[in-house]
């Protein structure tokens, strides 16, 4: 299914507009990033420029399967070097590097997927303007990812329903996860646009699990 952006450009129109929000809360945003007023747009400022700046969502949860969706603003500077998105426990401090901790996984826009200073996989590239899910699995200990609703994990077997082709993440620590948006350059944006949990997972063809 295509992702349509609305008249005048904006988040793209999701086909299940009926999911619930996360927001990026005020407690769990580091400095140098800006919240809009509904609580769902972040945005780098030119403060303290290519340091780390993360954020975390404000729905954690700790059993099943949990779904964040991202759009990384198309109206906002080229997403680089340590930008990206993952999961993160409440603990994780805001202002340390992602790739090094048991606390977050995190897909960089590269594509790289790290945790505890350790290149476990590979997902697909992004940029800014591309529409980001990622899945991770708490029974299962693994993490899925895609771009523009293209194969999980770039495998075109991938599928988070049934634990297939899924990247390891073992050893994370134990607890909520929560959505982390990690913004380092200036004018970086990205949007919350929903989050799901499954404990029961449904069916491959059902949005947003195909």
Sequence with gaps: MQ??????GGSPALPNPASPSFAFSGVDVAADLAVSADGRTLTRDATNNNNIRG???TVGLSSGLVMASFWSGADGTAWSGSAGVGFAVAGFS???????SQDVVFWYSSGLVF????NIGTIDRYVAGDQLDLVLDHTNATIFGRVNRRYWNANSSGNPAT????ISISGMTAGAKYPYVCLTLSGMVCRSEFVLAH???PGSVTYPWS
């Excluded at 805001?94 to 090094?100: E, Q, R, V």
């Excluded at 945790?115 to 350790?118: F, G």
């Excluded at 634990?163 to 899924?166: A, I, L, R, S, V």
């Design 163 to 166: 634990n297939t082709n899924g």
């Design 94 to 100: 805001l202002t340390t590097d992602p790739s090094t």
């Design 3 to 8: 992702i349509l952006s609305p008249a005048g």
């Design 55 to 57: 954020c975390r969502g």
């Design 199 to 201: 404990p029961t997972p």
């Design 115 to 118: 945790k505890n200073n350790s």
